[in-house]
């Protein structure tokens, strides 16, 4: 009798990952309300969630609105793959940055946020895709940001509006050194020293409106 009922428990924990499974591939606009709905049902299911579901939701448009809940169902003990934070970085959704915001409160101050995570954010080819990677050194006022981060936020159409949320967020410690110009005039097409003085423009114009 044990054995059956242990049988029909795993077979529900199995059915119940599948409906929510297929519940975070939701696009509509109130998702969040039904995935929160559905989560509150599920509090026997607690640390159950898996990561293809956490990867499905962190690509979702309107993930934003239910990942931290989703969260909360994989343990608190439960680091985020760094596949999942990969692809919450390529989300190009306009409140894709509190995904990440989620994943980064969640994994605490300790996180170390891998340099390719911030590589891929900083190419993030969404109109609102800067605002990840300022989401990540906001938080993480320690981070390192490297040239090689820099140099991938030059192959970024709205290279521009990245460069101004590196500048808001970290200032003058932004790197613009010559392998830094030098991406930046192949990838974006000035030379060298016109990109210097744009991206120094840029930077005096972000100071004396932020800092």
Same mark, same amino acid.
């Given at each position: 009798?044990?054995?059956?009922?242990?049988? =029909?428990?795993?077979?529900?924990?199995?059915?119940?990952?599948?409906?929510?499974?297929?519940?975070?591939?939701?696009?509509?606009?109130?998702?969040?309300?039904?995935?929160?709905?559905? =989560?509150?049902?599920?509090? &026997?299911?607690?640390?159950?969630?898996?990561?293809? @579901? /956490?990867?499905? &939701?962190?690509?979702?448009?309107?993930?934003?609105?239910?990942?931290?809940?989703? =969260?909360?169902?994989?343990?608190?003990?439960?680091?985020?793959?760094?596949? @999942?934070?990969?692809?919450?970085?390529?989300?190009?959704?306009?409140?894709?940055?509190?995904?990440?915001?989620? %994943?980064?409160?969640?994994?605490?101050?300790?996180?170390?946020?891998?340099?390719?995570?911030?590589?891929?954010?900083? @190419?993030?080819?969404?109109?609102?895709?800067?605002?990840? %990677?300022?989401?990540?050194?906001?938080?993480?006022?320690? /981070?390192? =940001?490297?040239?090689? @981060?820099?140099?991938?936020?030059?192959?970024?159409?709205?290279?521009?509006?990245?460069?101004?949320?590196?500048?808001?967020?970290?200032?003058?410690?932004?790197?613009?050194?010559?392998?830094? /110009?030098?991406?930046?005039?192949?990838?974006?097409?000035?030379?060298?020293?016109?990109?210097?003085?744009?991206?120094?423009?840029?930077?005096?114009? %972000?100071?004396?409106?932020?800092?």
């Amino acid at each position: 009798m044990s054995g059956l009922l242990e049988r =029909l428990q795993e077979e529900q924990s199995r059915i119940v990952r599948e409906v929510l499974k297929l519940g975070v591939e939701v696009t509509g606009f109130d998702v969040d309300e039904i995935i929160s709905d559905f =989560l509150e049902r599920l509090e &026997a299911e607690r640390g159950r969630v898996t990561k293809e @579901v /956490l990867k499905i &939701a962190a690509a979702n448009p309107k993930g934003g609105g239910f990942f931290k809940g989703l =969260l909360e169902y994989t343990g608190n003990n439960s680091a985020v793959p760094e596949e @999942v934070i990969m692809t919450a970085a390529r989300n190009t959704d306009r409140y894709a940055y509190l995904i990440m915001k989620s %994943i980064l409160d969640h994994q605490g101050e300790g996180f170390l946020v891998p340099e390719e995570v911030l590589k891929e954010a900083a @190419v993030n080819s969404g109109e609102w895709g800067y605002k990840i %990677i300022e989401t990540i050194l906001e938080e993480r006022e320690s /981070l390192v =940001l490297s040239e090689e @981060v820099v140099k991938e936020v030059t192959k970024h159409a709205n290279w521009e509006d990245m460069f101004d949320a590196l500048f808001r967020v970290r200032g003058e410690s932004v790197p613009l050194s010559k392998e830094v /110009l030098k991406a930046a005039a192949e990838n974006i097409g000035e030379d060298e020293t016109r990109m210097m003085e744009i991206l120094c423009q840029n930077r005096q114009r %972000i100071a004396d409106r932020f800092w």
